[in-house]
């Protein structure tokens, strides 16, 4: 059919167009890709569309959450908004350039699973695709090395061969997270206490969305050793810091659950990934009512963040996945 262009916000900087993946600029480069290989460029302008994600990036924040763009962005774009499209138009698949692959599960239906490339693999961010929608996709690179693909790239001389991958999120000039989020919601007062485990008020501080679970550096207090944030209460915008064991975490509880597989019907082992560079660790699933699961890990786990996503693995293929909501607790011993 042809080669679509990227459909997010127009980053014009020089240095933030080699660290983005959504620019104008990217827009010609993949036209520039597409005139190499002889087919048909189109650039969809859903700019309009994108200004949901940024609104959910700066109300998670601002909730005391921490967002994760990339999913949304791939369920309601990459995957939703286009593929509508490229039906409307005669497209029989939609593909794109992530390090993943599809595989036949054993019962018999497609998965994403993860990419042949395992520094690069990028499956955890594909959870929320449709189990109807994955027999039209396709991961052409996701059975390669990165470095074989660059090379692949330059013997068929596309002019991006060499260009530098992306790092940031792309519509958060110069990485400011809270400097985006006070633009987007000007006037919110979230500011509030920092406080203990134990409630002493340690100091004060301007605002939740300034805190993620797990933050140690920038706090603003000054106890002898290193504290970290184990808590955002968005009520009585409330930080809460700790020592590190308190970040520990048995387990969590997830919503708006995607199913990739069967949903299975009581607690089945699994591997969950709570973070993008996460080691997936050994994990029950266990389903719960309103598209909500239960997840405990075989060992604690660190950090487990609200407004992040948990994918959930069976060997390398996604089982599914869902939104945390909140940790468990440790068992008392």
């Given at each position: 059919?042809?080669?679509?262009?990227?459909?997010?916000?127009?980053?014009?900087?020089?240095?933030?167009?080699?660290?983005?993946?959504?620019?104008?600029?990217?827009?010609?480069?993949?036209?520039?890709?597409?005139?190499?290989?002889?087919?048909?460029?189109?650039?969809?302008?859903?700019?309009?569309?994108?200004?949901?994600?940024?609104?959910?990036?700066?109300?998670?924040?601002?909730?005391?959450?921490?967002?994760?763009?990339?999913?949304?962005?791939?369920?309601?774009?990459?995957?939703?908004?286009?593929?509508?499209?490229?039906?409307?138009?005669?497209?029989?698949?939609?593909?794109?350039?992530?390090?993943?692959?599809?595989?036949?599960?054993?019962?018999?239906?497609?998965?994403?699973?993860?990419?042949?490339?395992?520094?690069?693999?990028?499956?955890?961010?594909?959870?929320?695709?449709?189990?109807?929608?994955?027999?039209?996709?396709?991961?052409?690179?996701?059975?390669?090395?990165?470095?074989?693909?660059r090379t692949i790239a330059r013997e068929q001389g596309l002019p991006v061969h060499d260009k530098p991958d992306s790092q940031e999120i792309c519509f958060v000039p110069n990485?400011?997270?809270?400097?985006?989020?006070?633009?987007?919601?000007?006037?919110?007062?979230?500011?509030?206490?920092?406080?203990?485990?134990?409630?002493?008020?340690?100091?004060?501080?301007?605002?939740?969305?300034?805190?993620?679970?797990?933050?140690?550096?920038?706090?603003?207090?000054?106890?002898?050793?290193?504290?970290?944030?184990?808590?955002?209460?968005?009520?009585?915008?409330?930080?809460?810091?700790?020592?590190?064991?308190?970040?520990?975490?048995?387990?969590?509880?997830?919503?708006?659950?995607?199913?990739?597989?069967?949903?299975?019907?009581?607690?089945?082992?699994?591997?969950?990934?709570?973070?993008?560079?996460?080691?997936?660790?050994?994990?029950?699933?266990?389903?719960?009512?309103?598209?909500?699961?239960?997840?405990?890990?075989?060992?604690?786990?660190?950090?487990?963040?609200?407004?992040?996503?948990?994918?959930?693995?069976?060997?390398?293929?996604?089982?599914?996945?869902?939104?945390?909501?909140?940790?468990?607790?440790?068992?008392?011993?």
């Open positions: 059919m042809g080669l679509f262009g990227p459909p997010g916000p127009h980053a014009e900087d020089a240095e933030r167009r080699a660290k983005t993946c959504c620019s104008a600029t990217d827009a010609v480069d993949a036209q520039n890709v597409a005139d190499r290989l002889d087919i048909p460029f189109y650039a969809l302008d859903f700019e309009r569309e994108f200004a949901r994600i940024m609104d959910q990036f700066a109300d998670e924040y601002a909730a005391g959450r921490t967002p994760n763009p990339c999913v949304l962005c791939n369920i309601w774009l990459k995957f939703g908004k286009l593929w509508a499209y490229g039906k409307q138009v005669g497209a029989d698949f939609v593909a794109t350039g992530h390090y993943a692959r599809l595989a036949l599960a054993p019962d018999g239906g497609l998965r994403v699973a993860r990419g042949a490339d395992r520094g690069k693999d990028q499956s955890y961010v594909l959870f929320g695709l449709r189990r109807e929608l994955l027999p039209h996709v396709l991961f052409p690179v996701g059975g390669y090395p990165k470095a074989e693909i990485d400011d997270y809270l400097d985006f989020v006070h633009q987007r919601r000007p006037g919110r007062d979230s500011a509030g206490a920092i406080v203990d485990e134990d409630g002493t008020v340690l100091a004060q501080h301007g605002g939740i969305e300034g805190f993620t679970i797990g933050q140690r550096r920038g706090l603003g207090i000054a106890v002898g050793e290193p504290r970290y944030v184990v808590g955002i209460e968005p009520l009585s915008k409330t930080v809460t810091v700790g020592r590190r064991e308190a970040l520990d975490k048995g387990g969590l509880e997830a919503s708006r659950v995607n199913w990739q597989g069967p949903a299975p019907e009581g607690p089945t082992p699994c591997l969950a990934q709570i973070r993008a560079r996460h080691q997936a660790v050994a994990a029950t699933i266990e389903p719960l009512p309103g598209e909500r699961a239960r997840v405990r890990f075989e060992t604690p786990q660190p950090a487990v963040t609200p407004g992040q996503v948990v994918t959930l693995y069976q060997g390398d293929l996604v089982l599914g996945g869902g939104w945390i909501d909140r940790g468990l607790d440790l068992p008392e011993s």
